[in-house]
């Protein structure tokens, strides 16, 4: 996998700056101690899966950017992406609606698509910007009067990696939900805290730490567990991006369930 | 024999008047300050572990504990007997207590007010017309900013008795736009446009999931509803971009959002009568000939 687009760059002043992750376009320039950052997408994001590092495009631009400025300093002379999780949770719709009988596990990969940090300065220490690769839609995990707002996602829920195209943009998060329940657990949505999740760089992808998930009851509150080393699918080599915000417990959480509040007929 | 003895000066102001001329002085000067900077000081430090409401309550009941105290000892320096005072008060109390009935039923119902916390300052809320963001929630009235930047006082016994909408209580809101459509429109392509418009809208939650209803054969129009759920913060945007872009889509598809109109018949299903415009004058040319 090429990961030279997240290695440090050099800037040059008053050369005009492109990198592409998937769909993002990021375009960046060097003013004087200034840096100037600006953000286009390709509408088509399932189209555009390659990756390009800042490559110098003196005479290209798009007419509608809007760039945005940064007071750096000397920081500006090097600038790395960074690749990063999403800032909410992501609640992961499968495609087809999964059951799992009690006393059944089953592993699950989601592929995600990731977050790109624009960071001055060496060991990426001043953070600028952060940009998703794909803008998800919003969505609300809970009932009305409390919850979270979260991103909303669709998966196919595949059961191997390897059926997941590996891109570039994207990372997979193992997970792995047990139903100890001795109710059938009807998969209709589950929520992935990816705030939580730490990514590494693997051979073919980028990937998170895993997620076990104790499903113990619709009554009852699901234990999570999110893994202290990195997954073993593949080789996979160092930490690319530490989690937001790490977790050193399992959590005992909401993460599965139905939201039967929201039944309503618009009257 | 003279009616009255003249009284010098120094028979009034005797040392002891001044010393406590002094320390009535002092505890006014020093008192108020000490109690001000103290209310000020534990509503920073609590900040953080209160709501707004909690600091301001607090705040408020050190300042007025505060002066309570100053005032006794101010009375008590000053040589009132406290008994005597408390016991005309007694007496002062009821007169007043009749003349400012509403007074205290506003502060009764304050109490109650914030017991309750319906609301809380940094709501907004909508009573009767008026819709604000509560500023402040006070012994006598709540205190309202209104969007276009208007104070609003509201008593609290007339809060007590009203109904109050918290506009902000839950963090997610759904938004329903009626939406009418002439009769020759087809309802399933209207369902499917107006599900797609919210299907597509970044701001529209993706669950509670978003639904279309045909509502009813209207006077003059199909209504539909389309009910779509937001954060509170997006409300306001998304009722404005939501219809923005149904009437666009609306326009692009060919779908007519017809006026409200009346159509007569001289008997059964004939054809509309016809309309010919003449002129008020008769010796002016008609201008359709």
């Known amino acids: 996998m090429d990961v030279g687009i997240w290695q440090p760059s050099q800037i040059e002043a008053d050369t005009r700056y492109r990198a592409l992750a998937g769909p993002l376009q990021l375009w960046l320039r060097r003013a004087g101690d200034e840096l100037h950052i600006a953000v286009d997408r390709y509408p088509d994001f399932d189209a555009h899966h390659e990756t390009q590092p800042l490559t110098p495009v003196p005479n290209s631009q798009p007419e509608n950017l809007t760039w945005a400025r940064w007071v750096v300093g000397k920081a500006g002379d090097t600038v790395q992406l960074v690749p990063t999780t999403p800032d909410r949770p992501l609640v992961v719709r499968p495609e087809v609606p999964l059951r799992l009988p009690s006393k059944q596990e089953a592993l699950f990969f989601v592929n995600f698509p990731i977050w790109v940090k624009v960071s001055a300065a060496a060991q990426h220490s001043l953070t600028l910007c952060e940009e998703p690769c794909i803008v998800l839609s919003k969505t609300w995990f809970g009932d009305p009067m409390s919850g979270a707002l979260c991103y909303s996602m669709r998966t196919r829920a595949r059961r191997d990696f390897v059926d997941i195209q590996a891109r570039p943009h994207r990372a997979v998060c193992p997970v792995r939900i047990r139903n100890s329940a001795a109710q059938q657990l009807d998969l209709e949505r589950f929520c992935v805290h990816v705030e939580h999740l730490t990514l590494f760089q693997g051979t073919t992808r980028l990937w998170t730490n895993q997620i076990d998930v104790t499903f113990r009851g619709d009554k009852e509150i699901s234990q999570l567990d999110y893994g202290k080393h990195p997954p073993t699918y593949e080789t996979v080599g160092e930490v690319i991006c530490k989690a937001r915000h790490p977790v050193k417990e399992s959590l005992l959480e909401r993460g599965l369930g139905s939201l039967g509040l929201f039944a309503d007929d618009g009257g | ?289």
């Open chain 2, 1 to 289: 024999m003279p009616i009255y003895t003249q009284i010098a000066w120094t028979d009034v102001i005797t040392p002891e008047v001044v010393r406590a001329a002094i320390r009535i002085s002092l505890m006014i000067g020093i008192g108020f300050p000490i109690v001000l900077l103290t209310a000020t000081i534990v509503g920073r430090v609590l900040r953080k572990r209160l709501s707004l409401q909690g600091a301001m309550l607090l705040r408020k009941g050190i300042v007025y504990l505060g002066t309570a105290i100053i005032l006794i000892s101010v009375l008590y320096q000053s040589g009132y007997k406290l008994t005597a005072l408390l016991g005309a008060a007694g007496i002062v109390g009821i007169a007043v207590g009749f003349a400012s009935q509403t007074s205290v039923s506003n502060i009764i119902s304050g109490v109650f007010l914030i017991s309750e916390r319906s609301f809380e300052v940094g709501d907004v809320i909508v009573v009767g017309d008026t819709k604000g963001v509560v500023l402040s929630i006070d012994l006598l009235s709540v205190k309202l900013r209104t969007f276009d930047n208007q104070f609003i006082r509201i008593p609290n016994e007339s809060l007590i008795k009203t109904q109050v909408t918290n506009v902000t209580r839950f963090p997610i809101r759904r938004l329903d736009i009626n939406v009418g459509v002439a009769y020759k429109e087809d309802p399933k392509r209207v369902s499917e446009i107006l599900l797609d418009i919210a299907d597509k809208d970044l701001q529209s939650l993706d669950e509670p999931t978003p639904l279309v209803r045909f509502q009813e054969f209207g006077d003059s129009s199909l209504q539909f509803l389309l009910a779509v759920w937001c954060t509170r913060e997006d409300f306001y945007l998304l009722r404005s971009n939501l219809r923005q872009e149904i009437k666009e889509r609306f326009d692009a598809a060919g779908i007519e959002i017809p006026f409200p109109h009346r159509t007569l018949y001289s008997g059964s299903a004939t054809e509309p009568f016809p309309v010919r415009v003449v002129p008020d004058d008769p010796q002016q040319p008609d201008p359709k000939s």
